[in-house]
């Protein structure tokens, strides 16, 4: 091989390594997890940086877009015309596999590979040089954005929310599962996302399993009942259980006890009669 020959090697190795730079960055702008980079970010500049071009995100994908096309096709070129010297028959044939070949697996693959397993160590090693490249092609991406503005504006799209609630789930059984948290913290969590759609009837107790009180009962008997239930209120109910006429607070019992209070309909509080499908956030 000539000096020629060398040269041109050379030069296709550093686009290839520009390629796999860029692939690296995608991959890694992607994946990054942006709680841990908040983290990092309060004494780490380049932290910092890689949540400042995230801000951005739509400019960065396409000014990583635009350069890794141009060396790509550069990279295709390049291997094209030296390889093609090599081979006598077929010579195009080969060297368009071997463009392939070395674009995918050396262009793509393998960064994208390496920065999936450390994607915030990835993002920051690339930001301070993504920068410089975001701020080349700005002028670029200002005209894409007009592009894409006159595109869309017959499109009234709708804004959705970045997290669905059964995406946040999933991601709550996967942290459970990596042991990053308990089930009692990941139960906490579930009841915290799911407490707007949880209705009366989903936290209704079992009538057989109600601790009421009768409106003639003793007192004694009715303090019993707050001690061995654990209730800090209970029903009060006249004959029968389905006729309730109100509900004794154990405080008020408690008073009312102080004071020498016999008969207890004098404390009972008023008691409100939902629907079944009642939203127990409207409740509060």
Do not use: W
Not at 64 to 71: E, T
Not at 103 to 113: A, H, M, Q, S, V
Not at 239 to 267: A, C, P, S, T, W
Request: aromatic share 8%; hydrophobic share 45%; net charge negative.
């Amino acid at each position: 091989m000539d000096d020629d020959g060398i040269s041109q090697v050379a030069i296709l190795i550093i686009v290839l390594l520009i390629s796999a730079y860029f692939s690296a960055s995608e991959t890694a702008f992607q994946k990054f997890n942006k709680s841990r980079m908040k983290n990092l970010a309060s004494n780490n500049k380049k932290a910092a940086l890689v949540l400042k071009l995230d801000d951005d995100y739509d400019n960065l994908m396409s000014t990583i877009i635009i350069f890794k096309s141009i060396v790509n096709v550069t990279a295709a070129s390049l291997v094209i015309f030296i390889f093609s010297k090599m081979f006598i028959n077929n010579e195009i044939l080969i060297s368009t596999v071997l463009a392939i070949f070395f674009i995918i697996i050396l262009g793509e693959l393998i960064p994208k590979g390496l920065a999936n397993i450390a994607p915030e160590k990835a993002a920051m090693f690339s930001a301070p040089t993504m920068s410089i490249f975001l701020q080349i092609c700005s002028p670029v991406n200002f005209l894409l954005a007009i592009c894409k503005e006159m595109i869309y504006k017959g499109f009234k799209a709708e804004v959705q929310p970045s997290v669905y609630e059964d995406e946040l789930r999933t991601m709550l059984d996967e942290v459970e599962n990596e042991g990053v948290i308990n089930k009692n913290e990941s139960d906490l969590i579930r009841s915290a996302i799911e407490f707007n759609e949880t209705v009366a009837e989903d936290i209704y107790t079992p009538r057989i399993d109600i601790v009421g009180v009768e409106e003639n009962e003793s007192l004694e008997s009715i303090k019993e009942k707050f001690i061995l239930s654990g209730y800090s209120r209970l029903p009060v109910f006249s004959g029968d259980m389905d006729n309730i006429i109100g509900v004794l607070h154990e405080k008020d019992f408690y008073q009312g006890l102080n004071r020498k209070e016999k008969d207890i309909k004098k404390l009972i509080s008023k008691t409100i009669f939902i629907t079944p499908n009642k939203k127990i956030s409207e409740l509060l």
